[in-house]
């Protein structure tokens, strides 16, 4: 008999805890989003609160494939260009 286990290893790139921002206000904060309807309506409510709440400086929107992670290449380019980011699956 085979036993098969369905759990995955945990990726240990960039483990550990996340930078901690005092303030929005001025920053670049990336929408990461998969395009699943109710994610993509809330996006809306985010830009209007980052806005208008957190005077965001910046929203830059990236599209994550449906069926897939972000590759690293998107992960990477999102930290070089943002200063805060929020990772959508509105499934």
Not at 59 to 65: A, D, G, K, L, T
Request: charged share 20%.
């Amino acid at each position: 008999m085979k036993v098969y286990d369905p759990t995955g290893v945990v990726p240990t790139k960039g483990a550990g805890a996340a930078l901690v921002i005092d303030s929005l206000s001025g920053k670049t904060v990336g929408i990461l989003s998969n395009v699943w309807p109710s994610f993509e309506t809330m996006i809306g409510r985010f830009r209007e609160r980052l806005t208008d709440q957190h005077q965001v400086a910046n929203i830059n929107y990236y599209e994550i494939p449906r069926t897939r992670a972000a590759t690293d290449e998107l992960l990477d380019k999102v930290a070089s260009e943002c200063d805060a980011a929020i990772v959508g699956l509105g499934n």
